[in-house]
């Protein structure tokens, strides 16, 4: 089977995912980061059931939800932090935890404002569950 034909062609398509949701680890891992892209707006109609397939198997999406961390998207970045992290299993979360303090060290990047979001969002996340 194609796995790749199991993906939403458009931000409407929900009905992929229910297949989605029963393939296996090793065959999701292969899609997993054109899974996470439809996490990119939280407007979109697939942003819901996306992040439900992703905390089931946030197991397995640890590396590529640390990717996303540190990609140039801003939104995408904070969609993560503000609805996948609060559902992260303690283990999970404590495996990013040097990721997240590393994106508070970058003081000579200059910054818009929903970078500076990014920044709120990363030290709360830091505070609520690391000190």
């Known amino acids: 089977m194609d796995i790749s034909k199991l993906l939403p ?3 409407f398509e929900i009905s992929h995912l229910r297949n989605l949701k029963k393939i296996d680890d090793d065959e999701f891992k292969k899609i997993s980061m054109s899974i996470l892209v439809w996490l990119q707006d939280k407007n979109w109609p697939i942003y819901r059931e996306i992040l439900e397939i992703v905390v089931e ?3 397995i999406l640890v590396p590529e ?3 996303i961390l540190i990609n ?3 939104i995408w970045t904070i969609n993560v932090l ?3 992290f ?10 990013m935890e040097s990721s997240l303090r590393s994106m508070l060290v970058d003081p000579q990047k200059s910054r818009d ?6 920044i709120k969002k990363v030290k709360s996340i830091l ?3 690391f000190n």
């Open 9 to 11: 062609e458009s931000k």
């Open 57 to 59: 198997r946030q197991d």
């Open 65 to 67: 939800i640390q990717t």
């Open 72 to 74: 140039e998207d801003s």
């Open 82 to 84: 503000e609805d996948v």
């Open 86 to 95: 609060p559902r992260l299993d303690k283990k999970n979360l404590r495996s």
């Open 113 to 118: 404002i929903d970078d500076e979001e990014v």
């Open 127 to 129: 505070e609520k569950n």
